[in-house]
């Protein structure tokens, strides 16, 4: 099962992965926390993101696509792929198509988590509090969320003419929000 989690910053995206994680065993695929983890590791990689990831802006696609072609033998040992923070763009999302393909696989839901730009503000504001991210200031918040609207949200009809998006009301509770998330995926 390959799962993509999509949503704007904030939406709870990489909240609701970790549930899938534990309750269904599958990998959680972050780009963000992959890219993170190479910027605090000071790799060639991480070196060469970090402004642009403290800018709120998108590193390349090849990069991107690139690390997630190499996590996904692992996702398919584990019987499934929860996609969190990729694709972000049309040409990640057809890359991904490609690599599945190739893999005799496929993307088999996109779950879209619905959440008002005032609550992502908010959540992100308190996120910067507890969590002291460099790029969840309020400047860094608002161009992350310009760039999601730009460049990541027409992936939507993308996912739509392929039939495989599932919109989800992404303002309740993390319960509430899980209920409907593990609906919307085993719905027949
Ligand atoms: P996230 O934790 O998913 O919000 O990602 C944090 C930052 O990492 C983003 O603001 C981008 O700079 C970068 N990033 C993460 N995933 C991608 C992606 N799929 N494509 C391009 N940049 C990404």
């Not at 780009?31 to 590193?59: S, Y």
Request: zero cysteines; glycine letters at 10%; a negative charge.
């Amino acid at each position: 099962m390959n799962i993509i989690l999509f949503g704007p910053p904030g939406s709870g995206k990489g909240t609701q992965a970790k549930r899938l994680v534990a309750e269904r065993g599958w990998v959680q695929l972050s780009t963000g926390d992959m890219l993170r983890a190479a910027k605090a590791a000071g790799t060639e990689l991480g070196q060469r993101v970090a402004a642009i990831i403290d800018a709120g802006e998108l590193v390349s696609d090849e990069i991107v696509i690139e690390l997630i072609r190499e996590r996904l033998p692992e996702a398919e040992a584990a019987g499934g792929a929860i996609f969190d923070g990729f694709p972000r763009t049309v040409a990640q999302a057809e890359a991904l198509d490609a690599l599945l393909g190739e893999r005799d696989s496929q993307v088999d839901a996109v779950v879209e988590l619905k959440v008002i730009d005032e609550e992502l503000i908010q959540r992100l504001v308190k996120r910067a509090e507890e969590e002291g991210r460099p790029d969840d200031t309020e400047e860094v918040i608002r161009n992350r969320l310009k760039v999601y609207y730009d460049q990541t949200a027409p992936l939507i009809p993308y996912f739509d003419e392929q039939g495989k998006l599932k919109a989800v009301d992404g303002m309740g509770s993390m319960d509430e929000v899980a209920a409907s998330i593990a609906a919307a995926l085993d719905k027949k």
